[in-house]
């Protein structure tokens, strides 16, 4: 088949994620290798999102590739009940790689079904009902998740779970309140925290679920002391901790696991994509020390066929040896460094840029029509002109891949990123972000 053959097909009988499905316009690939794709008439595109900041290690990576036909020779499934070399190496592995309170690992299929699965448990422990969860946050769309997740995307789930609460994340760059420092942003949002788990009856709370780093609600980066302060909240009630990694981990920040640089051990973390960036489905659930003891003597009442999927295991294993083997997050932070620079650039230059955010290789650019008053470039969960639209547009013209959400760009490339490419491709940001200044 042809481009447009393919193309053609694929609308007429595919719904597309996320999208009102007339007009729609997927462009048909037909090879890729490492940051970058190609389409049946051989232009050139550079995946800058890493499609959904999942593909860290790149297109085309020939030690995964080769972990999987390896496994499929032998066998490509067995129920999770049987024992297997891939499933038992992997889950060693993320358990290593873990904080030390840590203890085993439950298999799921992608990310939505980790966090679910990750609040059955926190339940199942502490025998609570109710789970903290904040408003800029999506932590999947399957019914569970999508009442877990705080953003638009879960309004065509409710009326909701009982049992879920909202709480506001701690976006200082759009709080009215003006603090002396990051610190006093977090003693605020904090206290906030723990008046609200009180007036919710402390002893029903089973768990505060947050995105470690908020992902595609704005990389929102934890200020000094915050994610200490929940620590500390959830400690003196009892109530689990649970890091959603799912985005932010497996190298992404720079550290394995987004929560490293904070200096806290949750008490679950869920986790998907870049265990095997996509190459198969896999996620998972890693649970403390205690809770897995809990579980020697009480069912574990979670199951999935395809948990610790053979073929996604495989893949797991050669993923998380090609970070090891390829030092990969020293090149998540050499480089990261110089996407920051430039961002930082970026925001000094244009008149539609007003906050930059990043983290090892996880970024975005927040656009408004106002630097003095941050008047968002469109308003919150509506974009009826369709201008976010137009300049992801306008960068996908010059072979720039990425996605936005609000009034805000990604930028969240693969891990093995060069120097030379990320600013070739920053370059054409620059361009973009040019015009974007003209429509304010």
């Known amino acids: 088949m042809n481009g447009r053959e393919i193309k053609e097909m694929q609308t007429a009988y595919n719904l597309q994620s996320w999208s009102k499905q007339r007009g729609i316009n997927p462009i048909p690939i037909e090879k890729a290798d490492g940051i970058y794709m190609w389409d049946y008439d051989g232009r050139r595109y550079s995946d800058m999102s890493s499609q959904l900041v999942n593909l860290n290690v790149g297109h085309n990576c020939r030690p995964i590739i080769e972990a ?15 024992a297997c070399e891939s499933r038992a190496r992997l889950a060693k592995m993320v358990i290593e790689l873990m904080p030390d309170n840590m203890g085993k690992v439950f298999f799921t299929n992608g990310g939505a079904d980790a966090n679910e699965n990750a609040v059955k448990m926190a339940r199942m422990f502490t025998g609570r009902n109710k789970v903290f969860s ?18 638009p995307r879960r309004y065509p789930l409710e009326p909701g779970i009982p049992g879920f609460v909202k709480f506001f994340d701690p976006y200082i760059y759009r709080e009215p309140i003006k603090f002396e ?39 929102i980066i934890p200020p ?6 929940v620590r ?21 920040t ?27 489905q896999l996620g998972g659930v890693a649970v403390s020390r205690d809770i897995a003891a809990y579980f020697d003597d009480h069912m574990l009442s979670c199951g999935l066929t395809y948990s610790a999927h053979p073929l996604a295991c495989a893949a797991g294993v050669a993923c998380l040896n090609f970070y090891k ?58 974009d009826p002109k369709g201008v976010m639209g137009k300049l992801i547009g306008a960068l996908k013209a010059k072979g720039f891949i990425t996605y936005s959400h609000e009034n805000m760009i990604f930028v969240s490339p693969p891990l093995i ?24």
């Open 68 to 82: 999987i036909k390896e496994q499929a020779e032998k066998f490509c499934y067995l129920s999770p009940s049987f």
């Open 134 to 151: 904040r408003y800029r946050s999506y932590h999947g769309s399957t019914f569970g998740a999508g009442n877990l997740t705080g953003e």
């Open 181 to 219: 420092s990051e610190k006093a942003a977090s003693d605020y949002y904090v206290a906030k925290l723990r008046e609200q788990i009180i007036y919710e009856n402390p002893d029903s709370v089973a768990a505060v679920v947050m995105e470690t780093v908020t992902g595609s609600n704005g990389v």
């Open 224 to 229: 000094e002391g915050y994610l200490q302060g």
């Open 232 to 252: 500390k909240i959830c400690d003196e009630f009892g109530i689990m901790m649970i890091c959603d990694e799912v985005m932010a981990g497996w190298g992404r």
């Open 254 to 280: 720079g550290k394995m696991f987004a929560f490293e640089n904070f200096g806290v051990k949750p008490d679950i973390v869920s986790f998907a994509k870049g265990v095997t960036c996509g190459y198969v």
């Open 325 to 382: 083997d390829n030092n990969i997050l020293d090149n998540v932070n050499k480089v990261g460094k110089v996407l920051g620079d430039i961002l930082e650039e970026l925001k000094a230059k244009h008149q539609c840029v007003g906050d930059v955010r990043y983290i090892g290789l996880f970024s975005s650019i927040e656009l408004v029509k106002d630097k003095e008053t941050r008047e968002p470039l469109v308003p919150y969960g509506k």
């Open 417 to 440: 990123i060069t120097e030379e490419q990320i600013r070739e491709e920053m370059a054409k940001v620059d361009e973009v972000l040019t015009d974007a200044d003209k429509m304010i």
